[in-house]
């Protein structure tokens, strides 16, 4: 036998480094954005679509391009007693291209735009708002070529910001060309980058020779002032590319969208064509992006699909979160306060007929006095409290207390609806 010491018996278990609970005082926020999110994206013509949270790791190693090295470096990668090896998803258009080439969607008459909500997860140094298990919002279009997609996206993720109330962000936008303006453009980057080389950061001046493009991702302040002097890829577009982010920035335009054009806003991924855009707040502190999307019409093959364009976006949720206000209003809910074993069935049938009217009440069978329920019913923030004694239950008529005011009304089953539907 090996006794645990009593040490060992109180060791408590902890969540593991780098995940998180959402407590439930939190979660109706998650609730409330998660909802706003669905809601608009229907009305927009998307389709939920809810991949596994794991693949085969094979799938992340497709894609390439620099962004993704660090993606795979990231990877939540382990062996199932299968001998798979298989991967928690590090993001999630990998999946929807896998599902779109596995159920052949591209051949069906629905349009390919999708959304997603759920978790996503990343092996990567703990930091104070970063977690390696974190939640995105994210939708994509798949073969819908026209710049007018790429705009109503920008016009649905504004109309998302706005209907959660999110103010001060601004939206940033660019086209990063396509596999046949952009060599031209690296190659003018280069030589620029070159002339400040050694007054670069290490890692930039790896960059000029790798993916100068990714200089602009620096975020120092002496990298940056200097590359605020390289030239700009609107500079270099093809016709076609320079048509198209004419067009987008049109019919931005024309759906009233304030934007502006950040000619240093660049995705590193080689898939990445046309445009790009992000959405910023100063709210965090430094400038932050809370939003960001863009066109990839290079992708699908990638996956060895067929050629099919892909634009969409992705929503940190944390983020989102922390830039999303607190509601104001109160939840409306009764807290039934009762005393004796008559009341207390009185209590469960006039909470059974108000929830079948849809309305929130709790009730808690823990054997307490008046007093005691009518000061778990303050602490629990409740908007009304309905009290059922004896004599409430032969008179068939019950005190319904306002929380905020303190006024009390007598009242008969049905007057409760008729009031607190009143305020709802
Ligand atoms: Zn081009
Ligand atoms: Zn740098």
Known sequence: MNPMNDSEKKKKIAAIKGTKDILPDEVGKWQRV?????????????????SPVFEATELYQKGTGETSD???KEMYTFIDKGGRSVTLRPEYTPSVARAIIEHSLHLKPEPLRFY??????????PQKGRYRQFHQIDIEVFAEKDPAVDAEIVEMADRLLKELGVTGYEILVNSVGCPLCRPDYHVSLREKALESEQELCPDCRRKIYTNPLRIFDCKLDSCRAISLRFPKITEFLCDECETHFQRFCLYLGS?????????????????YTKTTFEFITKKLGAQDSILGGGRYDYMMQEFGGPDISGTGFAVGMERLLSVVPEKEKKEIFIYIAYIGEEAKIRAMMLARFLRSHGISCLLEYKDQGLKKQMGRASKLNATWTLIIGEEEVKKEKFQLKEMESGTQHEVTQEDVLALIQKQD
């Open 70 to 72: 660090i993606v795979q």
């Open 116 to 125: 997603f909500i759920g978790p996503m997860f990343r092996y990567d140094k």
């Open 34 to 50: 998660e909802e706003a999110a669905a809601g608009i994206f229907q009305r927009y013509g998307y389709k939920e679509i809810r």
């Open 255 to 271: 759906f009233g969208i304030e934007y502006r054009i950040e000619p240093r806003l660049v995705r590193g991924l080689d898939y």
